[in-house]
């Protein structure tokens, strides 16, 4: 069964940077899907804000562009989510899953931004 792992969530001051990691166990669909980083935000949807094809080709929201950015390790099966710049209100439980969504959610990542 796929577990997916997210780590790197941490509390940070504004301007920080943080970088997530997902490791998707058990899952060679992962590794050949377009995979993602979602965020919830407290009394929010979650939302998609980056995404990342095999090749490589990346996608983000409007309000992470040029501070987050998205790669993978496809050998590692890992996806990692780069964030400089940090804001206040970049603070959520963070995801990662395929795009469109294919996979159980894992327990996420705290991201806080807070001085």
């Known amino acids: 069964q796929v577990q997916l792992v997210e780590s790197g969530g941490n509390l940070v001051q504004p301007g920080g940077s943080l970088r997530l990691s997902c490791l998707a166990s058990g899952s060679i669909f992962f590794r050949i899907s377009v995979v993602g980083w979602y965020r919830q935000a407290p009394g929010e949807q979650r939302e998609l804000v980056a995404s990342?094809?095999?090749?490589?080709?990346?996608e983000y929201v409007d309000s992470v562009k040029g501070r987050f950015t998205i790669s993978r390790d496809n050998a590692k099966n890992t996806v990692y989510l780069q964030m400089n710049s940090l804001k206040a209100e970049d603070t959520a439980v963070y995801y990662c899953n395929t795009v469109p969504i294919k996979l159980s959610w894992g327990q996420g990542t705290q991201v806080t931004v807070s001085s």
């Open positions: 990342i094809n095999r090749g490589g080709s990346a």
